[in-house]
Nanobody, 116 residues
């Protein structure tokens, strides 16, 4: 399964962005999926997850500001990001949560830059 993230950009602090991750070459309909981000000089971190049944979980750093969702008909997951902060800057990727299913090729991700 190939995963393509899109929707990033440059936004001022307090602004919003909506990221999308579309899968091809297979279905992610019942899969536990996550959004990850990698800030400059830091390790990649998991920020939001959604199960096949739609249950969600968030890191403390984004809880209350980000919302993960999925559209199984479109084989796509989304990340609605509100009240963005400069600390949210980084490259955002989507991938499987399970290490055994995770695609080792993370792709280019989508760049999010939040200016103060």
């Amino acid at each position: 399964v190939q995963l393509q993230a899109s929707g990033g950009g440059l936004v001022q602090a307090g602004g919003s962005l909506r990221l999308a991750c579309t899968a091809s070459g297979g279905t992610i309909r019942v899969e536990h999926m996550g959004w990850y981000r990698q800030a400059p000089g830091k390790q990649r971190e998991l920020v939001a997850t959604v199960t096949g049944l739609g249950s969600t979980n968030y890191s403390n750093s984004v809880k209350g500001r980000f919302t993960i969702s999925r559209d199984n008909a479109k084989n796509t997951i989304y990340l609605q990001m509100n009240s963005l902060k400069p600390g949210d800057t980084g490259v955002y990727y989507c991938n499987f949560v399970s290490p055994s299913k995770r695609n080792p090729y993370w792709g280019q991700g989508t760049q999010v830059t939040v200016s103060s």
